[in-house]
């Protein structure tokens, strides 16, 4: 077996027989630094991860029971490369909510809307092509289109969302540079990093300008049911329906059931659906009956307003401790959905300051990993989601301690 | 919204957008026709569909109770992008079988086995790579291939599996050619499509001519456990460490679970974990806790000793039926697994012969279907795994007649 060493520091036999689209795909830097995060001790406002505790376990072992009871061989058999009919249908009872009108049979269901993204990004990107994105923008989106080696530019985002004229902007100096970008990537409601909605009028906006150069919108909707207060705009998709929408129940019910889709034209939908197939042939009939029949029996639009009012005490929990620990910050507020976008001091650097923070016993993500161009370097994102109020204020008490030391190693140069 | 039409007839606005790899993700011409063939009236030999009702559901229920009543919010959550860490372990009990050793932390889990090989294909394929693979091969390998613009080349195979000699040939072919193969994609064990087994002196061969040559071995065993009489010589993986081996419980237990694996050396097992991340963040905690403790307390053994008994039955009435309705005809017999491969007269068409077929209320999968070359056009897979022993008699009694009907309209001209 020489030339195939298996131990974990000799070199790899195969590099440079792995494909020029795996250079992408490297492991983050902090990511040995979240294997330390995970500790119980360590308030950890990095994750977004769901507090899929405020879930009754009983509604779920119903379903699942029921499930298994009375169509056991269905939901333990391969299913369609699209996903069960009954669950299609009732998935667009969950898009009504936000103002669409689809068809069942424009439905894709995907193993979390993550892979939905994946498989639009295999079916869209050459090498080469350009995404457009919010700056900031999700990770693991970023992540996504760096594998298929296309190029992200980012677009000014504001309180209000993305930009329109930063929008126009970009798309004539990519064009001045020759190049046409194919998609526009958008998390609009409750944005992940940044926490901010696009306003209604800039929906319009921002789909006119698509249209009118030919790019395809794909907007990315996990938070948009969990608002606090008055519910958001429509979704994008409830405006234009040439443009493909993601959703999910990983933020409303579980995301350990891996449940999520895709509405999108006809055509590209049977293209989804291949795509689908050659990835997992079909996606799970268990997780997906197991949905079906929770949306079926549970009272889902209560519990969606449960997790609502305990994702809005967090958000309060932590734009108090923002405000009591860490006034002359300047922060976003979010109506909804996970995240707070903090902004540093100009000489700071969250990457450079995260080991601190780490030692100290509170994490979060630096802001330059929801860029792809470095940007973002005094930015952090904290998530609210899964730590209690109380840890979220104690989390906060020690971040500003680690910025104070930060600030003060930074003045002593 | 002119320029986007989205009724089912209209000319996709998009076309001219897609990635080039798209192209290679075009629908079979059968598909429609499976469509039809799954009405109750028709015999279907053509899917491989595992027989989940011979899975006492009691044993699925019970471990979905436990694993949500025990750990609710571990199975609900998202997990990481290896899987789970104890499910891993069990995964090397059930591959020791085979011979395998291994360790948990090469181990990834999937979203089932059609997944790690996705994106093996996603790591290590770029556009004009070639892929060696049996004639024939596993129809959706073939696809997942495609889908990356890879090349299949295959290679010749007979009743002991890939001839060694032949894999010398393609290979020095190729040379010639200027083109190194990157991989070599095996069903070593009651092959699909062709239910034969590679011998035990050829395993050491085959992998002795792929080190010689740098290319890397995907070892896709689905079928080993279910062997009829004695087991199948030990895996690939039991003899070489450096190749990558996948598994799945999709036919040990259930395939709507859609949990498999992967066994890699660790350094492409670091690139499948990022990879798995990008493409669905983490498979299905739920599923894998669900498959987990299933292993934990049921006698798993056992139900794949009940599952071989189902198939054995199956596998020997459709020889029979073959014996006795199609006695004219070669076919190969599986010790194991699924497939049997019907070789028809050389004048017939078998893709040409479908709708015949599926009119006379009898369903196969075309041999063309498993070649990336146009071969297998007078062979035809049969699929024993889901029809009674019955029905597969039935089945195969229509066939007989469809057969003589298409050779008396060849005869007339």
């Known amino acids: 077996m020489a030339g195939r060493p298996i131990g974990d520091s000799d070199p790899d036999p195969w590099k440079g027989r792995y494909a020029a689209r795996t250079a992408g795909l490297s492991a983050s830097e902090v990511r040995a630094l979240f294997a330390v995060a995970s500790r119980p001790e360590v308030v950890s406002l990095a994750g977004g991860m769901p507090f899929v505790s405020a879930l009754p376990t009983e509604l779920v072992t119903g379903s699942v029971d029921r499930v298994l009871r009375e169509r056991g061989p ?48 295999k079916l ?29 530019s980012h677009v000014l985002m504001d309180e209000h969302g ?11 100096a990519l064009a001045a540079a020759g190049r046409v970008p194919k998609l526009l990537y958008t998390v609009p409601t409750f944005n992940n990093p940044a926490g901010v909605t696009l306003s209604a009028d800039r929906r319009r906006e921002i789909l006119q300008i698509a249209r009118e150069n ?28 040439g443009i493909v929408y993601l959703g999910t129940f990983s933020k409303t019910l579980a995301p350990g059931l891996r449940v999520g889709w895709a509405l999108a034209p006809s055509d590209i939908r049977d293209k989804l659906i291949l795509a689908n197939e050659a990835a997992v042939l079909s996606p799970s009939s268990f997780t997906q009956l197991v949905v079906s029949e929770y949306l079926d029996t549970a009272d889902w639009r209560a519990q969606i307003a449960t997790f609502r009012g305990v994702y809005e005490a967090r958000r309060d929990a932590l ?3 923002l405000a009591e620990f860490l006034p002359d910050l300047h922060w976003t507020i979010p109506d909804g959905g996970f995240y707070v976008w903090l902004t540093l001091p100009e000489a700071l650097d969250a990457s450079a300051m995260l080991p601190r923070a780490v030692a100290d016993l509170v994490a979060y993500t630096p802001g330059s990993a929801f860029f792809a161009d470095g940007n973002g370097r005094n930015n952090i994102r904290l998530s609210f989601s899964y730590p209690t109020p109380e840890f979220i204020r104690e989390g906060i008490r020690r971040l500003a301690s680690v910025i104070d030391a930060e600030k003060a190693a930074f003045a002593r140069g």
Chains 1, 2 share one sequence.
């Not at 990315?220 to 405006?239: E, Q, V």
């Open 74 to 121: 269905v939901a333990l058999q391969y299913g369609s490369g699209q996903g069960d009919p009954t669950l299609r249908e009732q998935i667009l009872e969950v898009m009504a909510l936000e103002g669409i009108r689809g068809r069942a049979a424009d439905v894709v269901v995907t193993t979390g809307s993550q892979h939905a993204l994946e498989l639009l990004a």
């Open 124 to 152: 869209f990107l050459d090498p080469g092509d350009v995404v457009l994105a919010e700056g900031p923008s999700y990770v693991t989106a970023l992540v996504v289109f760096r594998s298929f080696q296309a190029d992200v």
């Open 162 to 172: 993305l930009v329109p004229d930063a929008l126009r902007e970009r798309i004539a």
């Open 214 to 241: 030919g790019i395809l919108v794909i907007e990315d909707n996990p938070y948009g049911l969990l608002y606090f207060g008055s519910p958001p705009p429509d979704a994008l998709r409830s405006i234009d329906d």
């Open 319 to 321: 734009l108090a401790a």
